[in-house]
């Protein structure tokens, strides 16, 4: 019925979930009941095609900018989708990180785009690989996942940021921000300003979601883009025949956002979150040899573990699945050289995150004797 | 913050939409409140792709097909857009009916695709005009609505059914069948069986919705198609990243549905519909001259009104909206000959629809005198 089921005995640290108890089943339903009593039937028609104005002037005021420049999505897989469509057609290309999201690329090259893949390093896509990129002239959108990265975890700097933004800029291509875990900063200091903040979201369209903070089965998300776009996303059939994506559970997350409980649940989750990157990271600092480096990502949901180029991501999974240990292959999010795997610290509880450290260590050690 | 608001004063027999009093606030809310007592965590996690099989299962067994050929969308919009990306692509075209859905015809030019238009007559696309139209290479698919059409409101008799079927498996085209609102029967009998029980589904994609039966806000819907085509949609980037459409709602769904609940709604809501379907149409009847004809649906929400061909329809539209009455000008659903208007019945009580006949009657007759 849902997406991930593990095996018996299989500690799952492949997907970028929430763990089953840290999403908040009874708050969603008091949601549901206060909206449909705010709102009544105007809960359950056709919504305002870009949302619902009482939530897009939440989401604007809490993102630093107006309701014109906001629209309600039913998350960043949607609106990625939207997008391709609409800045892209089949036989573009789409520039992206040479390891990045694998689902958000997937979600391009369904859509008929080719990917052109730039080097990044510790902060994320380099500016003059960006810039050769562009020198093609196909590109219909920039790629880019600067805070938090899925997989690797890592934060682009402000400098950094504006640097990408220069070449961008200076190409004239838009650059879609995938800024979905940016609220789940873990260290109590938040991450450099959006690249929407940044160029106060001339050419950039920020892609934020509730899956990571809320739920995913809720299916909500938004995206911020300058005002002509989100008339042109807004005027598609698709909204004016359907309505706004969602619009009861838009107004469910309207009574949430109005007041002091979406930030109390939020700064609930990074605490949550927060003790299990910690037991992962922890265990696995304890017990890795020096033939592994382990990431200690600042927010998010992921550990990415790096090895010796000569050790096979395949005989590394094997071992870990004969430990009872599923993670996700770096492999999967492209091309990038070396040997490379994803934790998620997400989706278990730190007790169970500590002792996938501990099986991992035992089945890696093993596992290079014999080859 | 919803789509249609109407100037005061005004009936609006523009919109689609069911009357607010007929959405079923408290009956939504408990359905919420069983779903997340039910299912738990598993209702606000990532579903399944295709959707969650408890209610595959149930619309299935409803819609006398396997869950195999069916998924969970969100809604009939979203559904035809995904389509749109999947067998379409940009420069192919599509047949429609000369007069068809107005958003529907857009979402797909949306998509890069034009329009092949095919003649129609009381049953609606004629056999030997889609076989013409079919005689271009360039067709990516069908789009029809058989039954309670929107806007005109005729039904394909089984025969013309299966002709329509026969021309496009010859032709080798796959046909979309827009179904949403066929379980809204008035007259006490089922229409014909959907194109894709005919077919078996071969080469028939159905889309049903439950916006014209629960309510558009809940944004639910499904598909039906061959088992290959429905794990080409599924797995999607899309649905594979963010997991079924509307997974929470389509879990409050399964509750309504998987008892007698939403046979009973349903039975209500056609008993409500067929009270203001002929309010409407008994007040136009006895009002209107032989220069109007008045269709009288057995399904649907729409009343349709052919007019002498000499008629202006931007003067009876001028004319209707000085006598503050909303209607839907016939040009927009297509370039049909002749002069038409929509009528939908489904967003008024019988009074305010046998108000408006009145005033709409009184209007036309002032309005031809000056011309």
Sequence with gaps: ???????????????????????????????????????????????????????????????????????????????????????????????????????????????????READGDGEG???QALDRALSHSDVAFVYL??????????????????????????RGVPIVEDDAYTELSLDGTAPPPSLA??????????LGSFAKTLGPGLRLGWLEAEPDLIKRLTGRGQLVSGGALNHLTSLAVTMLMGDFRYDRRLARLREQLRVRRDALVSALQAVMDDSVTVNRPSGGFFVWLTFDPQRSEASLLAAASRAGVAVAPGSRFGSEAGTHLRLAYSFNSPDRLAAAAARLAAAWRNEETPR
């Design 197 to 206: 903040v940044l160029a106060r979201r001339r050419g950039v369209i920020r």
């Design 145 to 170: 996942t600067p805070t938090f990265h899925n997989p690797t975890g890592t934060v682009a700097g402000e400098s950094r940021r504006r640097k990408l933004l220069a070449v961008a800029a200076r």
């Design 1 to 115: 019925m849902v997406q991930a089921v593990s095996a018996p005995g299989v500690i799952d640290l492949g997907p970028g979930y929430l763990e089953p108890s840290l999403l908040p089943v009874d708050e969603v339903l008091t949601l549901y009941a206060e909206a449909l009593t705010e709102f009544g039937p105007a809960a359950l028609t056709y919504g305002a095609n870009a949302g619902a104005e009482p939530l897009r002037a939440l989401l604007a005021a809490r993102n630093g900018c107006t309701a014109e420049e906001t629209m309600v999505t039913a998350g960043t897989s949607q609106a990625l989708a939207l997008l391709c469509t609409v800045l892209g057609r089949p036989g573009r290309s789409v520039v992206v990180e040479r390891t990045s999201y694998d689902l958000g690329r997937r979600i391009m090259t369904d859509h008929g785009l080719r990917l």
């Design 125 to 127: 896509m380099r500016p």
